[in-house]
C-alpha cells in the first residue's frame, strides 16, 4: 500500500500527464503543486520512470476492476457496453477524468521507457478482449449484428472511444464525446 503522499504524488502526475503527455511533466512541475521538495519525490518514486510506471499500474488496476465489475453485476452485453460507455461520458463530461491516461501516453509510445509502453500495450489488449467478449456474447444472445469478427469490432469501437475523446478535447465540447459513441453504439444492433 502506497502512503498518503505516494499516492498524493500519483493523483498529481496523473492530471499533468492528461493535461500534456509523459513529456510535459516533471518533478519541478509536482513538487511545487504539491509543496514539496523535488527529492521527497524521489524518496517515493527515484526515476520518472518509476513514477509513471506505479501510475500506469495503478490506472490499470482501477480499469481492470470496473470491467470486472461491469461482468459480473451487469448480465446483458448492451448493458456492459452502456455503462462502460457512461462512465467516460460522466468523466469527460463533468471534467473528473477528461481522457484516458493510457491513451495520452499511447500518442508518446515510442517515447515511453519500454516497461511503460509495455503496460499501456497491455491496457489496450485487455480492453480490446474484454470489449470482444462483451460483444461475442451480443452476438450469441441476438443482440447484436456484426460486419466483422468481435475483435475487430472490439478495436473499432476502442478507436472510437478513444478518438471521441480526442474530439471532445480538442473541440472543447465534452458532450461530442456522447453523440460520437452512441452513433457507434447503435451500429452493431440488428
Given at each position: 500500500m502506497a502512503s498518503e503522499t505516494a499516492e498524493h504524488i500519483l493523483d498529481v502526475a496523473q492530471n499533468l500527464v492528461v493535461a500534456g503527455g509523459y513529456n510535459g511533466f516533471s518533478y519541478a512541475d509536482i513538487a511545487e503543486e504539491i509543496g514539496i521538495r523535488k527529492a521527497s519525490i524521489h524518496h517515493h518514486f527515484p526515476t520518472?520512470?518509476?513514477?509513471?510506471?506505479?501510475?500506469?499500474?495503478?490506472?490499470?488496476?482501477?480499469?481492470?476492476?470496473?470491467?470486472?465489475?461491469?461482468?459480473?453485476?451487469?448480465?446483458?452485453?448492451?448493458?456492459?457496453?452502456?455503462?462502460?460507455?457512461?462512465?467516460?461520458?460522466?468523466?469527460?463530461?463533468?471534467?473528473?477524468q477528461p481522457f484516458c491516461l493510457c491513451a495520452m501516453l499511447a500518442g508518446e509510445i515510442e517515447m515511453l521507457p519500454e516497461p511503460v509502453a509495455a503496460k499501456v500495450r497491455g491496457h489496450f489488449e485487455n480492453l480490446a478482449a474484454w470489449l470482444a467478449q462483451v460483444l461475442k456474447a451480443g452476438v450469441e444472445q441476438k443482440r447484436f449484428w456484426l460486419t466483422g469478427t468481435p475483435e475487430a469490432e472490439a478495436h473499432i469501437l476502442l478507436a472510437t472511444v478513444h478518438g471521441a475523446m480526442l474530439s471532445a478535447r480538442a473541440l472543447g465540447n465534452p458532450a461530442l464525446f456522447g453523440t460520437i459513441v452512441r452513433a457507434q453504439l447503435a451500429r452493431p444492433r440488428p
Amino acid at each position: 500500500m502506497a502512503s498518503e503522499t505516494a499516492e498524493h504524488i500519483l493523483d498529481v502526475a496523473q492530471n499533468l500527464v492528461v493535461a500534456g503527455g509523459y513529456n510535459g511533466f516533471s518533478y519541478a512541475d509536482i513538487a511545487e503543486e504539491i509543496g514539496i521538495r523535488k527529492a521527497s519525490i524521489h524518496h517515493h518514486f527515484p526515476t520518472k520512470a518509476e513514477l509513471t510506471l506505479a501510475l500506469v499500474n495503478r490506472y490499470t488496476a482501477l480499469a481492470a476492476d470496473g470491467l470486472a465489475y461491469i461482468s459480473r453485476e451487469i448480465p446483458d452485453p448492451e448493458a456492459k457496453l452502456n455503462a462502460y460507455l457512461g462512465y467516460w461520458e460522466k468523466c469527460i463530461t463533468d471534467g473528473s477524468q477528461p481522457f484516458c491516461l493510457c491513451a495520452m501516453l499511447a500518442g508518446e509510445i515510442e517515447m515511453l521507457p519500454e516497461p511503460v509502453a509495455a503496460k499501456v500495450r497491455g491496457h489496450f489488449e485487455n480492453l480490446a478482449a474484454w470489449l470482444a467478449q462483451v460483444l461475442k456474447a451480443g452476438v450469441e444472445q441476438k443482440r447484436f449484428w456484426l460486419t466483422g469478427t468481435p475483435e475487430a469490432e472490439a478495436h473499432i469501437l476502442l478507436a472510437t472511444v478513444h478518438g471521441a475523446m480526442l474530439s471532445a478535447r480538442a473541440l472543447g465540447n465534452p458532450a461530442l464525446f456522447g453523440t460520437i459513441v452512441r452513433a457507434q453504439l447503435a451500429r452493431p444492433r440488428p
